[in-house]
């Protein structure tokens, strides 16, 4: 017999067993060969024609049977069980079946939410739903299926909330070696979770019970779930380019939603100790935690310090340092020779800078003498003239022992030399009194060649047009006493 006689013939014998158990519900042999025809299908048509027989079955039942959920003896609760697990082992193969799979799954947890709750007690199944998740996170997973599920889980609060919880009890399998794979997609559903605040008496949300049943939605226990869900994630081995995914999306606004933001910390230092542009992202991590929520690191400022390096000024996130390391430096209240000791640290790295840094780190200097009277010094000093006689130690790594305060900034002096005309008007703001207000410089932090090059092209030329010819041309090849015309001939 050929393959697709057998298949109708099983096809056909599945249809039979759906009409038998909906003319008898009392028929559950019926109901358990067609679960067996769901755990058995071998390719894709037959497994697409077992779940929608499968689900005939379990509509009818959640419709017409109140106590199926209620009762853990109901003769069919074990072949709801093994339907479900069958459904889960499809859900990775990644055709047409699995996306049937994931949409009947969904459906039957919010059938049992609805079937099962209570004015005293929700009936989302959390087991069901960790079950799934577990699934959903797996290396196997397909990356439609998580969309899938995102959309569901924003149409829905109660499944937000529940999601959040059960991907905070999933989360302790990152204490252990984890694949790439699986990271991302719990990164994927993670992110995706919403952690609204405290809801009026009057609001309502949205759930899958609608308006007959209140979900008994508690925002601390969302943030406690949410919190630990992100602290037990952070344990794993992120790939480089998710770390900065995910110090990107941990932003001051994120962090505020856990419960204690300090539990952050660990990772937060961890990330700065790896360098680059991982380091850079987790500064602004680390700055939240000192000043909002009194986090002790009292080497913080050092550790800043270190990160300005040559290195800095051709990193992704520039941009991003300097606008920190402005807020970070903007306290009145910092003893003068550390703000000395970044002054001086900058200027002499802005002699080495590409010219579009060099436009926002000189303003940066000169803000920092504008913030505290003390720098004043560095900019009068005459004694030191250049790197010979300069006290400056730029290899010290502790602002404290750099001498910087001693010094001057003499590297503005010597920029005003400059091959960029911008440049070398920038830097001759130590030649008069800096004024009271600071220069804003966030219109360059962002430059590059390319758009010096472009304004350079856009200015106007307001000197004398300089002489390119003896003689006016008439022509290519024209000129009077032109040596070329006698050996090569325009055709």
Same mark, same amino acid.
């Given at each position: 017999?050929?393959? /697709?006689?057998?298949?109708?013939?099983?096809?056909?014998?599945?249809?039979?067993?759906?009409?038998?158990?909906?003319?008898?519900?009392?028929?559950?042999?019926?109901?358990?060969?067609?679960?067996?025809?769901?755990?058995?299908?071998?390719?894709?048509?037959? !497994?697409?024609?077992?779940?929608?027989?499968?689900?005939?079955?379990?509509?009818?039942?959640?419709?017409?049977?109140?106590?199926?959920?209620?009762? *853990?003896?109901?003769?069919?609760?074990?072949?709801?069980?093994?339907?479900?697990?069958?459904?889960? !082992?499809?859900?990775?193969?990644? /055709?047409?079946?699995?996306?049937?799979?994931?949409?009947?799954?969904?459906?039957?947890?919010?059938?049992?939410?609805?079937?099962?709750?209570?004015?005293?007690?929700?009936?989302? %199944?959390?087991? #069901?739903?960790?079950?799934?998740?577990?699934?959903?996170?797996?290396?196997?997973?397909?990356?439609?299926?998580?969309?899938?599920?995102? /959309?569901?889980?924003?149409?829905?609060? *109660?499944?937000?909330?529940?999601?959040?919880?059960?991907?905070?009890?999933?989360?302790?399998?990152?204490?252990?070696?984890?694949?790439? @794979?699986?990271?991302?997609?719990?990164?994927?559903?993670? &992110?995706?979770?919403?952690?609204?605040?405290?809801?009026?008496?009057?609001?309502?949300?949205?759930?899958?019970?609608?308006?007959?049943?209140? $979900? %008994?939605?508690? $925002?601390?226990?969302?943030? &406690?779930?949410?919190?630990?869900?992100?602290? =037990?994630?952070? #344990?794993?081995?992120?790939?480089?380019?998710?770390?900065?995914?995910?110090?990107?999306?941990?932003?001051?606004? &994120?962090?505020?939603?856990?419960? /204690?933001?300090?539990?952050?910390?660990?990772?937060?230092?961890?990330?700065?100790?790896?360098?680059?542009?991982? !380091?850079?992202?987790?500064?602004?991590?680390?700055?939240?935690?000192?000043?909002?929520? =009194?986090?002790?690191?009292?080497? +913080?400022?050092?550790?800043?310090? !270190?990160?300005?390096?040559?290195?800095?000024?051709?990193?992704?996130?520039?941009? #991003?340092?300097?606008?920190?390391?402005?807020? +970070?430096?903007?306290?009145?209240?910092?003893?003068?020779?550390?703000?000395?000791?970044?002054?001086?640290?900058?200027?002499?790295?802005?002699?080495?800078?590409?010219?579009?840094?060099?436009?926002?780190?000189?303003? $940066?200097?000169? =803000?920092?003498?504008?913030?505290?009277?003390?720098?004043?010094?560095?900019?009068?000093?005459?004694?030191?003239?250049?790197?010979?006689?300069?006290?400056?130690?730029? =290899?010290?790594?502790?602002?404290?022992?750099?001498?910087?305060?001693?010094?001057?900034?003499?590297?503005?002096?010597?920029?005003?030399?400059?091959?960029?005309?911008?440049?070398?008007?920038?830097?001759?703001?130590?030649?008069?009194?800096? %004024?009271?207000?600071?220069?804003? $410089?966030?219109?360059?932090?962002?430059?590059?060649?390319?758009? @010096?090059?472009?304004?350079?092209?856009?200015?106007?030329? #307001?000197?004398?047009?300089?002489?390119?010819?003896?003689?006016?041309?008439?022509?290519?090849?024209?000129?009077?006493?032109?040596?070329?015309?006698?050996?090569?001939?325009?055709?």
């Amino acid at each position: 017999m050929s393959k /697709n006689k057998t298949r109708k013939l099983t096809e056909s014998s599945v249809d039979k067993c759906v009409r038998l158990f909906l003319e008898d519900r009392a028929d559950t042999k019926s109901a358990e060969t067609v679960v067996k025809a769901l755990a058995c299908a071998k390719d894709e048509d037959g !497994a697409v024609a077992a779940i929608i027989a499968v689900n005939k079955i379990f509509s009818r039942v959640f419709s017409e049977d109140e106590k199926f959920f209620k009762d *853990d003896e109901h003769p069919l609760a074990g072949v709801f069980s093994a339907s479900w697990s069958s459904l889960l !082992a499809i859900l990775p193969e990644g /055709n047409k079946a699995s996306d049937l799979a994931l949409q009947t799954l969904l459906m039957w947890i919010e059938c049992e939410t609805v079937k099962k709750s209570t004015e005293t007690s929700y009936g989302l %199944p959390e087991t #069901r739903l960790e079950e799934l998740l577990r699934v959903l996170c797996s290396d196997s997973a397909m990356e439609k299926h998580l969309v899938q599920f995102q /959309n569901k889980l924003e149409a829905y609060d *109660d499944l937000n909330f529940y999601t959040c919880k059960a991907l905070w009890k999933i989360s302790d399998k990152f204490s252990k070696p984890t694949t790439e @794979l699986e990271i991302q997609n719990y990164f994927t559903l993670i &992110k995706a979770i919403r952690v609204k605040d405290k809801i009026t008496k009057d609001q309502t949300l949205p759930t899958f019970v609608g308006e007959e049943i209140d $979900f %008994p939605f508690n $925002f601390q226990d969302l943030r &406690k779930f949410y919190q630990y869900a992100w602290v =037990n994630f952070l #344990r794993a081995a992120l790939p480089e380019k998710l770390y900065i995914h995910v110090l990107v999306f941990l932003d001051e606004k &994120k962090v505020a939603l856990f419960k /204690n933001p300090c539990l952050m910390a660990d990772f937060l230092i961890e990330s700065y100790n790896k360098g680059g542009s991982i !380091a850079l992202l987790a500064l602004n991590g680390l700055f939240t935690l000192i000043h909002k929520y =009194n986090l002790e690191l009292p080497d +913080f400022y050092t550790r800043l310090y !270190a990160l300005f390096k040559a290195d800095i000024f051709y990193q992704k996130y520039r941009a #991003r340092f300097f606008f920190l390391a402005d807020l +970070f430096l903007s306290s009145s209240h910092l003893p003068a020779y550390l703000v000395a000791a970044f002054a001086k640290k900058m200027a002499r790295l802005c002699l080495i800078a590409p010219a579009y840094s060099q436009l926002h780190v000189i303003p $940066f200097i000169g =803000n920092l003498v504008i913030r505290h009277a003390a720098l004043s010094r560095m900019v009068h000093c005459q004694e030191t003239k250049d790197m010979n006689s300069d006290p400056f130690d730029e =290899n010290e790594t502790d602002p404290a022992k750099s001498r910087a305060l001693e010094s001057s900034l003499w590297e503005l002096k010597t920029l005003q030399s400059h091959w960029l005309q911008s440049v070398a008007a920038k830097s001759s703001i130590i030649n008069s009194a800096f %004024p009271k207000i600071e220069w804003d $410089f966030s219109d360059v932090l962002e430059g590059s060649y390319v758009q @010096l090059f472009e304004k350079a092209v856009k200015d106007k030329y #307001r000197g004398s047009i300089p002489t390119t010819n003896y003689h006016k041309p008439k022509g290519l090849l024209k000129h009077a006493d032109d040596k070329l015309k006698s050996s090569w001939i325009l055709e």
